[in-house]
């Protein structure tokens, strides 16, 4: 038997790795020049590993599956544990650190502990917003809410599916399970070694996909790639721009789950300077302006050069995609300029990467709309030949993750598998 992988993020790796490992040949096809899809680390920013693309392992439950090739691999890591290594510029305009913040502020507290009491379950066809609204919260709060929380998944509130989001209730800035690590050899090591001795076909763009007799890939080049299976690993703004074509058309469960879920537009503003800006403990900022998240890879440095990015998504997104990037990058500095008191500091370099506009993922990641709870489930489901993994088909507790990414191509392959 063979199969063809569409897609070498790690879902496509995951997929054709684990093909492998049962003995079925699997050829990934992938349209960029590089592996990795939205994980994307750079080497030629800074003299340390940047990544334009994901860039936490989220939590450490066993269900992380990333842990377990850090471990066989050996690399380095890094805790953010939020509360003390990171500083917040609070509503009341105090500069503190998070610990400090949520001590001084109980409506701060509610919404990073999320210790929401005995209130009602959210609604499938709730948004966040209008969730938090009927339980209580105040506008501050909900400012609160959409600057960290809302802004890390990927949109504004008012389209994130409230129920989908409701496992994320939880102490990320306290419990082990739920916060976030960083890489310190860069992402890189890790899926590098993933796609060893895996047969991937890099500059193949595919624009067909035929599944009436076994399938059939079409690439750009005229290429056409044949097998018994496939593994779609495409990012959603891919199946929703029809970039791809599939005949027969896709059916309609597929049509209908992909109307259920958005593409979020998430921007990264990447920032190279001589010196660190604050004590080198310190690793992220939770900013009042936009970008209102920042973090630096080169925590712990007391000297030398050091990177710091924003991240923005939703509306914050959309102010800076109106501006384009030179004007988005000079705001970005104004921000960071304004919250750290260096009304002169200045950049050596800077980089925005705009996930929007890259072709071969039109955005940064999935998000599941009100009203639309099933939607995941139903893009995951198999329809033979085609098989279906890549973020947007995780569940909704691992979406917008790594490993949650890697999760849905083991859990194609397995499916491909079982069907013999």
Known sequence: MKVLVIGAGVAGLSAAYHLKGAGIEATVLEARDRIGGRLWTNRDFADIPVEFGAELIHGRSPEVNTWAWVEALGLRTWHWNKVDDSMIRTEAGDWLTMGEARAASAELDATRSW??????????DEDLGRYLRRIGFSDMQLR????????????SMEFLNAAAHAH???????????????ILDGYDSYYRRLADELDIRLNCVVQEIDWRDGVRARARSGETYAAAAAVITLPLGLLQSDRVRFNPPLPPQKRE??????MGPVLKLVYLFE???????????????????WWSPSLGRDSGATVWTGFVSGDYAREMLALGEVKALQKGMETLRQ?????TLQFVKARWVNWPADPFALGGYSVCLPGHYAARGKLAMAT????????????????????????TGQRAAREIVESG
């Open 339 to 343: 919250e750290i008191g260096n009304p």
């Open 144 to 155: 609160y809410v959409q600057r960290s929380f809302a802004n890390a998944e990927g949109e």
């Open 275 to 293: 010196e660190p800006l604050l004590d080198p403990s310190i690793g992220a900022i939770y900013a009042k302006g936009n970008p209102p998240m």
């Open 115 to 124: 210790d929401l009491g005995d209130v009602p379950a959210p609604r499938d």
């Open 168 to 182: 994320l209730f939880k102490d990320s800035d306290g419990a082990d399970d739920y916060s976030d690590y960083r």
């Open 257 to 262: 789950a992909l109307t259920g879920l958005k």
């Open 384 to 407: 033979p030949p085609l098989f279906w993994a890549g973020e947007a088909t995780a569940p909704h507790h691992l979406t917008a993750m790594v490993h949650g990414a890697y999760f």
